[in-house]
């Protein structure tokens, strides 16, 4: 057990020290949204600047005050968890309370910018997740701690990141699983289904076969009473009945 949680943490430690950190371009009217999988109770905290293209000085240089961003978090219900307006450099924090995939979308809320570098804004950002999200020199200073007690509070708090991890793994893999169950319900039932129709066909044409040979008696027998009184007992089914009915069924099925 111990062995898994090192191994855990490790991998943890991994992912999250790649940080999602980038730059990105945007238009004036353009919307960019990023998908993050998240545990739920977990904060996440985005730093974000932007820039503006000098054709001067042929570099990108910190945007005027006067253009901001618009920020909107939603939850994997679509429910919006954020909703703001900013400045052209700021910081959003959110938490999560339901754990899956959270939709963050930045875009400008200014057309100043369209004068400039063809209508685009550079766009850097940094998003932290979980643990990394904390501040722990502002936190050893708030609350007066020393080194070892400030080291024993990030280790507390990134076991409890791991643990929110493992059961947001356990979250991901019980719907992974109803729905393997459901495919494997309907493909199962679908077969019964071919099947039914598959003898529904068999006896059509049987029946089709039957009626076929009863009306291939010969001429010269076609006076006998046998015959004539098959001919006439016997109701008429062609092809074409059979399919209709085949492929009624299929559709009510």
Avoid at 47 to 55: A, G, I, V
Avoid at 152 to 170: A, C, F, H, P, S
Avoid at 203 to 226: F, M, P
Avoid at 229 to 234: C, I, P, Q
Wanted: hydrophobic letters at 35%; proline letters at 2%.
């Amino acid at each position: 057990m111990q062995l898994s949680i090192v191994f855990s943490a490790l991998l943890l430690n991994i992912f999250y020290n790649c940080v999602s950190s980038l730059y990105f371009h945007i238009g004036e009217t353009e919307k960019k949204c990023f998908i993050e999988e998240i545990p739920d109770e977990t904060m996440i905290i985005g730093n974000y600047r932007t820039q503006l293209y000098d054709k001067q000085k042929e570099e990108y240089l910190p945007a005027t005050q006067g253009l901001g961003m618009f920020v909107e978090v939603k939850d994997p219900d679509d429910k919006v968890i954020l909703s703001r307006q900013y400045g052209s450099e700021g910081r959003f924090t959110f938490t999560s309370h339901t754990p899956g995939e959270h939709q963050i979308c930045l875009h400008s809320n200014s057309s100043k910018f369209s004068l400039f570098a063809g209508g685009m804004l550079r766009v850097h950002l940094d998003i932290q997740v979980g643990e990394h999200a904390n501040n722990y020199a502002e936190i050893a200073a708030k609350d007066k701690l020393t080194e070892l007690q400030l080291r024993v509070r990030q280790l507390v708090e990134q076991v409890d990141q791991i643990q929110k991890e493992q059961n947001y793994q356990r979250y991901r893999e019980e719907r992974f699983r109803q729905t393997s169950e459901s495919t494997n319900q309907r493909v199962l039932w679908w077969s019964i289904v071919q099947t039914l129709i598959l003898v529904a066909i068999g006896a059509c044409v049987r029946k089709y076969v039957r009626l076929g040979s009863t009306d291939g008696c010969s001429k010269r027998k076609q006076k006998s009473s046998c015959c004539r009184g098959k001919n006439r007992a016997a109701p008429r089914l062609d092809l074409k009945t059979c399919f209709f009915f085949f492929f009624r069924l299929l559709f009510l099925v």
